[in-house]
């Protein structure tokens, strides 16, 4: 729980007759499409809770220690819905190394293929539960699935974008991420959560036949030797005009650059590689640490200090709706704008939006007059998802492919997913604790104070990658101009 590939050099090395660039782009696109279709599958599974726990979670029955009622129906405790939800996480982080690894010896296609397989197997898990350790199982395993599609997915991506359409890309990983929890968001109040777990398990079966049309990333093909192979590649997802000779060359130079397979010692040893996995690890970390999942979760009582009486359901659709656009805005202004400027607003923004709430809890809690002020945190909470989509929710997952050598790619994106899903986990299971013991102002205070060190560090230490091939990322790395 996401960029030009590993070393790969611009291979549009021609200049393509009139029209013929938007055709070569169009294959790109269709591709990241269907590798993206893994990201809908991880977000279903993310956004399913939201609409299911309450149907699963009743106050009023006897509930024995296997999860079942003495009528034979199925319901949930309070502590274990708390605990179908966390076990995702603590899947994610365990599916997210041998994701890595998996796609350097069967290759990124066959990976994310084979994703489909635990994620249906989970909703098969899901869909027949008679007790809440099946429930456990299932959202563990779909867990698996979501780490690993957190890992091959963006690595997929980088590989087949050229430098010109690099970012918006990148940010495909996210964009498709908030579309599957928009799907649950929208459909899921309004069905059993069966049914709701039956749709879900569309998504793996559309990403097996988009990945049968899906050709191998080029990158992994030229490693493994298959320079013909990875030509062929080049074509379908450039354009028949692509120069796959000065392409593959270009791929062939910088997989020349790291010899050797690449050992966990050297994301340690080599300057480069430390400096790439420090600031991918730091984005990871100001993600989460930026609220969130805080401020998701207070969407309903914000919406109704406000004055507000719509339906809780209708809030949730509010939220998915503003994630799907603003993300998708993203994607576009991504190339355009620069990833650190949008960095630089989104930590800023959220830092000043959780600093605005919590003054209005802490207003709140003192029994002072806030009816005047109603729409202060409801602006805060829309202002604060808006600049969070625009930025650090599809630019870490984007930025992790983009620094990595090729060498290292796949194990530094697997450390970097495990570290983001290790801090799901921490904040989910933890921002009760918070909010029992500083209270609701002081909570959002402490995110608001880790995006203000997040402003001061993406503008001092976060290098500017929008447009610059592998080796010129790897050269601002190792300290060069």
Request: aromatic share 12%.
């Amino acid at each position: 729980m996401s960029n030009n590939g590993p070393g790969v050099t611009n291979p549009m090395l021609y200049d393509p007759p009139e029209g013929q660039a938007s055709n070569s782009k169009l294959m790109q696109f269709v591709a990241g499409v269907g590798v993206s279709l893994a990201a809908v599958s991880a977000g279903t599974a993310l956004g399913w809770t939201s609409p299911v726990l309450p149907q699963l979670e009743r106050t009023n029955v006897t509930i024995d220690v296997n999860g079942t009622t003495d009528d034979a129906s199925f319901y949930l405790t309070a502590d274990q819905g708390s605990w179908v939800g966390s076990f995702l996480a603590v899947g994610a982080f365990c599916g997210a190394l041998p994701a890595g690894f998996l796609a350097e010896k069967i290759g990124r296609k066959f990976t994310t293929m084979s994703l489909a397989l635990p994620y249906l197997a989970s909703w098969a898990l899901i869909i027949f539960a008679s007790s809440a350790g099946m429930l456990y199982a299932g959202r563990f395993l779909i867990g698996l699935a979501t780490g690993a599609s957190c890992v091959v997915a963006p690595m997929f991506i980088s590989e087949i974008a050229e430098t010109a359409i690099r970012g918006a890309l990148g940010a495909f990983f996210q964009l498709f991420l908030t579309v599957g929890i928009l799907f649950v968001y929208a459909i899921g109040p309004y069905v059993a959560w069966t049914t709701l777990s039956v749709l879900c398990a569309i998504f793996p079966v559309l990403l097996i036949v988009a990945m049968f049309i899906v050709p191998e990333s080029p990158t992994y093909l030229v490693k493994q030797g298959r320079r013909s192979d990875a030509a062929v590649a080049l074509k379908w997802f450039w354009g028949p005009n692509c120069n796959t000779q000065n392409a593959v060359e270009a791929i062939q130079s910088d997989l020349d650059a790291v010899k050797g397979e690449a050992k966990v010692s050297d994301l340690f040893t080599k300057v480069t590689n430390r400096n790439a996995l420090f600031i991918a690890l730091l984005l990871m970390f100001f993600q989460q640490f930026s609220g969130i999942n805080a401020v998701i979760f207070y969407t309903v009582p914000i919406f109704k200090s406000a004055g507000s009486t719509m339906d809780p359901a209708i809030c949730g659709i509010v939220v998915g709706v503003v994630q799907v656009l603003m993300t998708f805005v993203s994607s576009v202004l991504i190339d355009k704008a620069g990833r650190r400027i949008l960095l630089l607003q989104s930590s800023f923004i959220m830092g000043a939006c959780l600093i605005v709430l919590g003054v209005y809890f802490k207003l709140q809690n003192d029994k002072a007059d806030v009816s005047g002020i109603g729409w202060l945190p409801l602006a805060s909470v829309v202002l604060f998802i808006v600049s969070f989509s625009l930025g650090f929710g599809p630019i870490p997952w984007m930025m992790m492919g983009e620094l990595c050598a090729p060498d290292v790619k796949g194990l530094a994106s697997a450390l970097s997913v495990m570290f983001n899903w290790s801090l799901v986990f921490l904040v989910t299971k933890t921002f009760g604790t918070m909010q029992d013991y500083l209270g609701s102002d002081w909570t959002f205070w402490f995110f608001g104070f880790w995006m203000m060190v997040c402003t001061l560090y993406v503008f001092f230490k976060v290098p500017e990658t929008k447009g610059k091939t592998n080796a010129e990322i790897q050269a601002i790395l190792s300290g060069k101009n």
